[in-house]
């Protein structure tokens, strides 16, 4: 009977995923100290991409369900996994009052449960890791839709993106529009509904 260490290794590993799920607010800024500039007198803006999706609404709230339905697989998983140690720990203790086939049937029984489990998890973290990717990529459609009439509104040739690493290495103060865009895409979320942050998401499979 091989030991079930990995199985508990990957509950800590999922908690780490769901925490994924829930980042916070990054507050980057280029350069500082300049005043501000009309946005009528520029062709170029920038937004801090970071600060933009974790302060859009729409992004916090499917966070906020993503995270807590991996909190409850989590818990789930967890209650399964203590279960199947107890299990295991009664027939090593009982094993020995067993005939040799009853002995041998219990542990091909335990050696399935411990599958099981191993399939379940996977099934957790793969959903959950589909969830996240999914959420990212409607947030970057969102704000890609949003910014494209941000630009015709403001008369805006350009747009750059700001991500720490990226290709923009400075830019003026005054060209950063990102809290402009964070209040109108909230605003523009808000206005529209937010029927789409109240979709259900299937449990996964079952283990067999």
């Known amino acids: 009977m091989r030991k079930n260490t ?30 501000k500039t009309d946005i009528a007198d520029i062709k170029i803006a920038y937004i801090v ?11 916090k709230e499917r966070s906020a369900e993503i995270a807590e339905k991996g909190n409850k697989y989590q818990s789930e998983l967890t209650n399964r996994a203590k279960g199947f140690e107890q299990e295991v720990a009664s027939f ?41 990717t999914t959420l990212y990529n409607e947030v970057y459609d969102k704000i890609q ?11 805006l040739e350009m747009i750059l993106s700001y991500t720490r690493g990226g290709g923009v290495w400075y830019a003026k103060k005054n060209f950063d529009v990102t809290d402009d865009v964070i209040s109108g895409i909230n605003e523009d979320y808000k206005n529209k509904g937010n029927s789409s942050s109240e979709e259900k998401v299937e449990a996964p499979a079952e283990e067999k």
């Open 145 to 155: 839709v949003y910014l494209n009439d941000y630009a015709a509104a403001n008369d």
């Open 92 to 132: 090593q203790s009982t094993g020995g009052n067993m005939t040799r086939n009853q002995a041998q049937a219990k542990q091909e029984e335990l050696m399935k449960k411990e599958e099981n489990l191993m399939t379940y998890r996977q099934n957790i973290m793969a959903e959950l890791s589909a969830d996240e």
């Open 6 to 35: 990995t199985l508990f290794s990957a509950i800590a590993f999922l908690g780490l995923l769901i925490g994924a799920c829930n980042p916070s607010a990054t507050d980057e800024t280029v350069s500082g100290g300049e005043s």
């Open 49 to 59: 991409t970071d600060s933009v999706i974790n302060n859009f609404e729409y992004f």
